[in-house]
């Protein structure tokens, strides 16, 4: 159930090109997330929306929330403004996260650029459940390469764009490779990486989730803004929404 | 305090209302508080069948305001009678049913259907298309407010709102053949047809190019035309457009309304109706109102 908490900020640390990392004290928000989540900010007086940003660690015990943001326009950079003892408007965990029981024992992860944080959560969910994680994190180059060393528990492969980095090529070059034997994959990332691991998994025979993005009003599912082309049962179309029937949405049922 | 105010004879414990397209069918809001708090809800817009809405994106940020291009996305009417009302009637508040079509015959069919149903009022939204007339919305010529509204009255049995469209030359006009066609009380504003346009990709953001402004950026204008409305008509008013605090509350009473409405302020603040009304009672003491119905009006020019 979604809550609204007025959060303390721990850290807010700038990772470079553009991309920061905040950690909030939130009791109630971190017990009750789950990967694949989000929470709805509040950023500034001047911005009348709220900004979705994806959950990327939850630490239930010490009641802290991480996310790892980039700021694109004027609501995220109020948002790299604020300093640790800042309150922020917090609304959360919302949507519908990764099922991290159903990718099973050999999962494969996948982030593409700002899609790599919200795999973190997934990963440490589906090894608690003793699932041995495959992640491939994507990055357009070297300098925007983001946690690595939380990932290095995992099987972890890094690819850039411009072979700056790790392994020269995308994120379904290394999933072609890796799918063999894998029981679930989990995704996210821009829209056109994600239909492309959707193919690949649906070639392979392997259940895929995708975490779908959308421009979003409310968060909670009233006012129907953040539309997903979905396929109903009858093959006819309907619009499931971003914010509450997802962001994380079955592959198969997504219309690409 | 007296918080009551009445709406062709319909008593709502306290003026603030949700705008219709804000507020789904309550499920969502009721996790925050407790929608028995509120004077009415006013529901997702009904049409005669299921609506898939428009695609993606639909809704595009402004200063202190939201374009939107939902495109009526809703479960249909009946289904509304059959799953809806039951969840809502558990509230002690009334149920304001906004209700459209595309053609006279379609808001006929409505509004019967509606009228048999448990609900408190009937909101007749007119900014939709009218497929007989090229697409032009029907509340933008007093005529065709004449027509859809005096079909609509024959068959409602229930006090009929009509909602009416900013998008006019001269809204006075529009609000007076709604009156003469029957409407029991009008509601204003529905949102300000708008646009925005990706610089980067040069097209429009809304999939379907034009929205409907609302948010704080459109609270004057909704002031002024109901300021306008009440000086034209004598039905009650529900006054709403860009309401976010108590203050916007009194200031929508004194511009003439008799009942308010808050919309995409609880997109920010999903307690934004609680604290208004707060605000609003706090305002009342501070300046010995006793009744909220002394506001309504209350401008002095």
Redesign the interface.
């Known amino acids: 159930?979604?809550i609204?908490e007025i959060c303390a900020v721990r850290a807010n640390e700038y990772l470079g090109s553009g991309l920061y990392r905040m950690v909030i004290k939130t009791e109630k928000i971190a017990a009750s997330a789950a990967c694949g989540q989000f929470v709805h900010l509040?950023c500034g007086e001047?911005?009348?929306?709220?900004r979705p940003i994806s959950i990327c660690d939850a630490d239930s015990e010490a009641g802290t929330l991480t996310m790892l943001y980039e700021v694109k326009g004027d609501g995220t950079a109020w948002l790299a403004a604020r300093r640790a003892g800042d309150k922020i408007?917090v609304?959360g965990p919302l949507g519908h996260g990764f099922d991290a029981a159903k990718l099973g024992a050999r999962p494969v992860l996948l982030g593409g650029g700002i899609g790599v944080p919200p795999m973190l959560l997934t990963a440490k969910t589906c090894a608690k459940n003793s699932a041995a994680v495959t992640m491939i994190a994507g990055a357009r180059t070297r300098d925007l390469v983001v946690l690595e060393p939380e990932f290095s528990d995992f099987d972890y492969t890094v690819c850039t764009d411009d072979g700056s980095y790790g392994v020269h090529g995308f994120v379904t070059d290394v999933l072609r490779e890796k799918i063999t034997g894998a029981t679930g994959v989990a995704a996210c990332g821009p829209k056109p990486m994600l239909k492309a691991i959707a193919a690949i998994a649906k070639e392979a025979g392997v259940p895929c989730q995708v975490s779908m993005e959308?421009?979003?009003?409310?968060?909670?599912?009233?006012?129907?803004?953040?539309?997903?082309?979905l396929s109903a049962k009858n093959g006819e179309?309907?619009?499931g929404h971003v914010c509450?029937d997802g962001p994380v949405f079955d592959a198969e049922e997504v219309q690409w | 305090m007296d918080m009551t105010v009445n709406i062709c004879g319909v008593e709502l414990k306290n003026p603030l209302t949700t705008a219709s397209g804000t507020f789904g069918f309550g499920h969502e809001y009721g996790e925050f508080f407790d929608l028995s708090m509120l004077g009415g809800i006013g529901v997702k817009g009904m049409t005669p069948h299921e609506r898939l809405g428009n695609p993606a994106p639909r809704i595009a940020e402004t200063p202190m305001g939201i374009l939107n291009c939902v495109g009526l996305q809703n479960p249909g009417i009946d289904r509304f009678i059959e799953e809806q009302i039951p969840y809502l009637r558990q509230f002690d508040t009334k149920i304001i049913a906004n209700v459209s079509g595309n053609t006279v015959e379609e808001y006929e069919g409505m509004v019967e259907k509606i009228s048999a149903a448990d609900v408190d009022l009937i909101e007749l939204n007119i900014s939709c298309p009218n497929v007989k007339c090229g697409g032009l919305a029907f509340g933008t010529r007093p005529d065709m407010v004449q027509e859809v509204v005096s079909a609509a009255k024959r068959k409602a049995t229930r006090p009929l709102i009509v909602k009416l469209s900013p998008n006019v030359t001269d809204i006075a006009e529009i609000a007076r053949a709604a009156v003469d066609a029957g409407a029991d009380a009008l509601s204003l504003i529905n949102t300000l047809l708008g646009m925005r346009i990706d610089i980067e990709k040069r097209r429009p953001i809304l999939s379907n190019v034009m929205g409907g402004l609302s948010g704080p950026a459109v609270f004057p204008v909704a002031v002024r035309m109901v300021y306008q409305v009440r000086k034209a008509v004598d039905v009650p008013i529900i006054g709403m457009g860009g309401i976010r605090t108590g203050r916007d509350i009194v200031e929508m009473l004194m511009a003439g309304a008799d009942a308010v409405a808050i919309g995409t302020a609880m997109f920010a603040d999903p307690l934004a109706p609680v604290k208004a009304l707060d605000e609003l009672t706090a305002w009342m003491d501070a300046h010995g109102v006793k009744s909220v119905r002394e506001l309504s009006g209350a401008v002095e020019v």
């Open positions: 159930m979604a609204q509040t001047g911005n009348l929306l709220r408007d609304l959308e421009r979003m009003g409310c968060g909670i599912g009233a006012c129907l803004v953040c539309a997903c082309a179309t309907r619009y509450k």
